[in-house]
């Protein structure tokens, strides 16, 4: 096996027994980036130099006999969490040549672990997208077919594991932005419950719903990248003081006697055929493992759509206020006074997708407007809130589609704004509820991979890790990897 190939598990077993070095994997994962990246465009920004001196250090920590977690695991981060000195863009031009000067919460919480940082990935712009061809830099291709997108807006960490560019990476989910491309390119995504994992350093779309996960190549590599950057942190208001157990401790129990339920919303009419196959002997495999299959019911899960429409661009516009080209970032140099400075900024600055949602979001929070359209989404939230916690008093865990079709071509929906957006129909009610899911490969139609969600209760995500997992080893679609 080449060395890029390996997941994080088979690294750690190689480089703990002094098989391979971290600089070697280093190397070898770098000279894959320049191999394949000019054709994929998964990565926006590689820091190769400062990779290889991270590489040297975990090699010098190693031999010193220290320990951690992921030491000397290369990973890559998507273009949205701040790294420090790191050129740090949101996928956006208003952010051109922007370096943080601190650490997100997860990445100093990653080099505590020993991780090396390869780069920073592309993403749609300010994660607004489901296709990363909102990026303010390039459109990446999916490393199945380069016809098509990678989903979004984590194209570029979903493509990167895909094309073996790195052995993981981190990811943020508004709306599905981490489950769908996972989907989409054939690896494993986890979107943990809205507090488990701090939000601080991540840039904002829209803080009730955003939150950092994992994108590896299965799901042992999920526990372990999750364990590595859950915790209580202060500087995250949001983040909930309550101790993580051993994720991977918990994979091999097996789903004899669980109930998993399928809520009968989400295998709906227009699904693509390919698809509901895939999911359908997905079930067939839970069941011969001794899962008891039950039919529940979501009745406000046609109302996701809508209220997530709602409540996240009124978050982003609100976020996204502070772009004024005062402070930092891009600034139009020629304005007439500080308001022509505002909006000359704003429009150079910004993509039609994120100004798309700012307008939705200002029109939702205007006066007169407020009552009727953005509080009653809230009220509807707290429905499909209900909605969950009632499904998931009967079963364990839910098993949905990630997605109603496989990868579409690139161009296909761009012009279609709703219909991009159906393509997250099924993952958006998961963080409007702000509980977990991962997503895991069980299938291939007309070529491309199919994905289908796990769904738990909030904090829960050990159990929906060994859902997937008991899944994963009765099959074999986690084992494909794309011809690139």
Not at 154 to 180: F, H, K, N
Not at 191 to 196: E, F, L
């Amino acid at each position: 096996m080449n060395l890029h190939d390996l997941t994080i598990h088979q690294a750690q077993e190689l480089l703990a027994s002094d098989a391979v070095t971290s600089v070697s994997l280093t190397e070898a994962l770098l000279a894959r980036i320049a191999a394949v990246d000019t054709d994929l465009h998964a990565y926006l920004h590689v820091a190769s130099e400062q990779a290889l001196a991270q590489a040297q250090e975990a090699d010098e920590r190693r031999a010193r006999g220290a320990c951690g977690a992921l030491l000397g695991i290369p990973l890559a981060i998507k273009d949205v969490i701040c790294t420090r000195g790191l050129e740090t863009t949101a996928g956006s031009r208003i952010l051109a040549g922007f370096r943080p000067v601190y650490d997100a919460t997860v990445i100093a919480k990653l080099r505590e672990a020993g991780a090396i940082i390869l780069g920073k990935t592309n993403t749609d712009e300010f994660a607004m997208g489901s296709s990363t061809e909102n990026s303010g830099y390039d459109t990446t291709r999916n490393p199945w077919d380069r016809d098509r997108v990678p989903g979004g807006s984590s194209g570029g960490s979903a493509a990167a594991v895909a094309a073996s560019m790195c052995l993981g990476a981190l990811g943020s989910d508004t709306g599905g932005s981490i489950r769908q491309p996972a989907a989409y390119c054939g690896v494993v995504g986890l979107k943990p419950t809205y507090g488990r994992v701090s939000r601080y350093g991540l840039i904002a779309f829209a803080s009730s719903l955003d939150q950092i996960g994992p994108i590896v190549k299965d799901v042992t590599d999920a526990a372990l990248l999750l364990q590595a950057i859950v915790g209580h942190d202060p500087q995250d208001a949001t983040s909930v003081e309550m101790p993580a157990p051993n994720y991977a401790a918990a994979l091999g129990q097996g789903v004899a006697g669980m109930r998993l339920g399928v809520p009968r919303e989400y295998m709906v009419d227009g699904m693509a055929a390919g698809v509901r196959q895939a999911v359908e002997a997905a079930l067939d495999v839970w069941r011969e493992l001794g899962a008891d299959i039950v039919q529940v019911s979501m009745p406000h899960a046609e109302y996701a759509l809508p209220a997530y429409y709602l409540i996240a661009p009124a978050e982003a516009s609100a976020n996204l206020a502070r772009f004024d080209g005062v402070r930092y970032g891009y600034s139009h140099p020629d304005t007439d006074d500080i308001w022509d400075a505002f909006r000359r900024t704003r429009a150079v600055g910004f993509g039609d997708e994120v100004k798309r949602r700012i307008m939705l979001g200002t029109y939702a929070l205007s006066a007169g407007y407020y009552d009727a359209y953005y509080l009653k989404a809230q009220k509807v939230r707290t429905l499909i809130k209900r909605d969950y916690d009632e499904a998931l008093q009967q079963c364990d865990a839910l098993i949905a589609p990630t997605t109603p079709n496989i990868a579409f071509r690139i161009g296909e929906l761009i012009d279609d704004p709703l219909q991009m957006y159906l393509e997250d129909i099924f993952t958006l009610a998961l963080n409007l509820a702000g509980v977990c899911g991962i997503s895991i490969p069980c299938g291939l139609s007309e070529g491309m991979p199919v994905g289908l969600q796990v769904q738990g209760r909030a904090f829960d995500e050990a159990t929906i890790l060994r859902v997937a997992y008991a899944y994963e080893q009765a099959t074999d679609w986690h084992m494909l990897r794309p011809q690139v």
